[in-house]
C-alpha cells in the first residue's frame, strides 16, 4: 500500500518537494504519470465511449503544455489550453465560478493559450456560472465535460422546481405530493413521452409542455381507470345472470390479418398526425365523416370531446409484415443540444446504429443558448423507439429529447 502511494498513478510527491531547484523539469516517468491521471479522469466524466476514444486521440496528437499554480504545482494540460481548461484542473468549482485569470501575474482574457512555464492564478465569484462560450475554445475533455454538466444539472433543477410550483397551484396543496408519486401521473408522464415524473415536471417547468395538457390528460387517466372498473363490474354481474354467456378468454381466435392494425380490415383508415401512435402504444379508432378511421393513441387530447359511439376497440397486429419487412411509422423528435461542430452526426450515428430513416431534418439556432434539432424518422415500433432515444440521450452534448407532432 505504502508503494503504490508513493509511486502509484495518483503519486505527486514529485511536485512537493521543497528546495527542489529542478522544479520546472519534468521526467519521463512524471510525463507517464501525468497521463495515466488524465485517462481516468476522462473515463470518469465521459459516458460515451466514442467521444472518450476521441479525447484520447485528440490528445495523443499533441505534447502536453506543463503550467504551475502560485504555489509551486505542476499541472499538465492539453497543448493550446486555457485558463479555463486549468481552472476545471483544479477543481470543478473553480471552474464554475471562473471570472477572470492572472498569466505570470497579468490579466488575460480567458481563451489565452497557455504556454510552458506559465504561472496561472484563477479569479472566482460567487455568483459567476459557465458560459456556453467557452466550449468554444476550451481544450481539454474535462473542463468541456464539466461545463455540459452544469448545465444540464442546474436547468433541469431549476425547471423540476419551476414546474412543481407550476403544477401545484393547479391541483393544490392537499395531497399534492401524494399525487406526484401515485400510478396515475406516472401514466401521464408516459403518455407524454417523458420516461418518469421528474422529466415531466422539467418539461413543464421549461415550457415544452403546457400546463392544460398535463391537467387534461391526468383527468383523461382518472377518467379511463374508473370506466374500466366500472365495465369490469358489469361484465362481472353479466356473466352471474348468464351463466351459458362465453367468458371473452373462450372465444376463437380470428384468422391471420393482412393488416397491420387488427379490427379495421378492409375498412378506410389512417393514422393520426396529433399523436402519430406507434406499435406497442395503445390505440383506438374514431370513425370519421370523409376518412374512414383516424387511429389514435388512448388518451390523445383529440378524443376527449368524441362521443362514445364513434369509438372503434383497435389492436395492434403483431405478426404483420410489409413485403417479408417490418413496417414503419413516421414520428418527430426535437432534440435540444448544446451547440457545436459534429453533434448532429454523432446524432444520426446513433439513428443509423439502430437502422432508424431519417426522413426530414432541420437545426435551429440561438445565440449564447442551446440549439434544437427537429428530426422527422420512420420507427418499427415503440421499444426501437425508447431504445434509441435512450442511446441519443447519453451523448453528452444532448440536453434534452421528446416527442413532438406533426405540422
Given at each position: 500500500m505504502h508503494h503504490i502511494a508513493e509511486y502509484g498513478i495518483a503519486a505527486h510527491w514529485k511536485y512537493k518537494e521543497k528546495g527542489n531547484s529542478n522544479l520546472g523539469e519534468v521526467t519521463g516517468m512524471d510525463d507517464k504519470?501525468?497521463?495515466?491521471?488524465?485517462?481516468?479522469?476522462?473515463?470518469?466524466?465521459?459516458?460515451?465511449a466514442t467521444e472518450y476514444l476521441e479525447s484520447v486521440k485528440s490528445n495523443l496528437e499533441f505534447d502536453d503544455v506543463y503550467v504551475f499554480t502560485p504555489e509551486g504545482d505542476v499541472m499538465a494540460l492539453t497543448h493550446g489550453a486555457t485558463p479555463v481548461d486549468f481552472a476545471y484542473r483544479i477543481h470543478s468549482e473553480v471552474g464554475n465560478h471562473c471570472k477572470g485569470a492572472k498569466v505570470n501575474e497579468r490579466i488575460v482574457t480567458l481563451d489565452t493559450p497557455l504556454k510552458n512555464g506559465d504561472i496561472v492564478e484563477i479569479l472566482t465569484q460567487k455568483n459567476i456560472r459557465p458560459s456556453l462560450d467557452w466550449l468554444n475554445f476550451v481544450k481539454t475533455s474535462t473542463a468541456k465535460n464539466r461545463i455540459r454538466q452544469w448545465y444540464k444539472r442546474s436547468h433541469r433543477d431549476e425547471n423540476i422546481d419551476r414546474g412543481r410550483e407550476l403544477l401545484e397551484k393547479e391541483m393544490g396543496k392537499n395531497g399534492f405530493e401524494s399525487l406526484l408519486k401515485s400510478e396515475p401521473m406516472l401514466s401521464v408522464s408516459k403518455r407524454c413521452n417523458y420516461h418518469n415524473v421528474d422529466d415531466l415536471l422539467a418539461a413543464l417547468g421549461y415550457g415544452e409542455?403546457?400546463?392544460?395538457?398535463?391537467?387534461?390528460?391526468?383527468?383523461?387517466?382518472?377518467?379511463?381507470?374508473?370506466?374500466?372498473?366500472?365495465?369490469?363490474?358489469?361484465?362481472?354481474?353479466?356473466?352471474?345472470?348468464?351463466?351459458?354467456?362465453?367468458?371473452?378468454?373462450?372465444?376463437?381466435?380470428?384468422?391471420?390479418?393482412?393488416?397491420?392494425?387488427?379490427?379495421?380490415?378492409?375498412?378506410?383508415?389512417?393514422?393520426?398526425?396529433?399523436?402519430?401512435?406507434?406499435?406497442?402504444?395503445?390505440?383506438?379508432?374514431?370513425?370519421?365523416?370523409?376518412?374512414?378511421?383516424?387511429?389514435?393513441?388512448?388518451?390523445?387530447?383529440?378524443?376527449?370531446?368524441?362521443?362514445?359511439?364513434?369509438?372503434?376497440?383497435?389492436?395492434?397486429?403483431?405478426?404483420?409484415?410489409?413485403?417479408?419487412?417490418?413496417?414503419?411509422?413516421?414520428?418527430?423528435?426535437?432534440?435540444?443540444?448544446?451547440?457545436?461542430?459534429?453533434?448532429l452526426n454523432d446524432i444520426l450515428s446513433r439513428l443509423k446504429d439502430n437502422n432508424i430513416n431519417v426522413c426530414s431534418a432541420q437545426v435551429k439556432t440561438f445565440p449564447d443558448a442551446p440549439a434544437l434539432i427537429e428530426l422527422g424518422i420512420e420507427i418499427c415500433d415503440r421499444e426501437q423507439f425508447e431504445r434509441t432515444c435512450a442511446q441519443v440521450k447519453n451523448i453528452s452534448d444532448v440536453l434534452t429529447l421528446r416527442r413532438i407532432n406533426s405540422k
Open positions: 504519470f501525468t497521463w495515466l491521471r488524465q485517462l481516468l479522469e476522462w473515463q470518469s466524466d465521459l459516458k460515451d409542455i403546457t400546463l392544460n395538457l398535463v391537467v387534461n390528460r391526468l383527468r383523461d387517466v382518472v377518467r379511463s381507470q374508473s370506466q374500466i372498473q366500472t365495465v369490469s363490474q358489469e361484465l362481472t354481474t353479466t356473466s352471474l345472470q348468464v351463466p351459458n354467456l362465453p367468458s371473452y378468454s373462450q372465444l376463437p381466435s380470428s384468422s391471420p390479418s393482412n393488416s397491420p392494425i387488427t379490427g379495421v380490415e378492409g375498412l378506410l383508415y389512417h393514422i393520426a398526425g396529433c399523436c402519430n401512435p406507434i406499435p406497442g402504444e395503445p390505440i383506438i379508432g374514431v370513425v370519421t365523416r370523409t376518412k374512414g378511421i383516424s387511429i389514435h393513441q388512448q388518451g390523445c387530447p383529440n378524443t376527449l370531446t368524441v362521443e362514445g359511439e364513434r369509438f372503434v376497440p383497435l389492436s395492434w397486429n403483431p405478426n404483420y409484415q410489409q413485403g417479408g419487412r417490418p413496417q414503419t411509422y413516421g414520428v418527430n423528435i426535437c432534440i435540444e443540444v448544446l451547440d457545436r461542430v459534429g453533434v
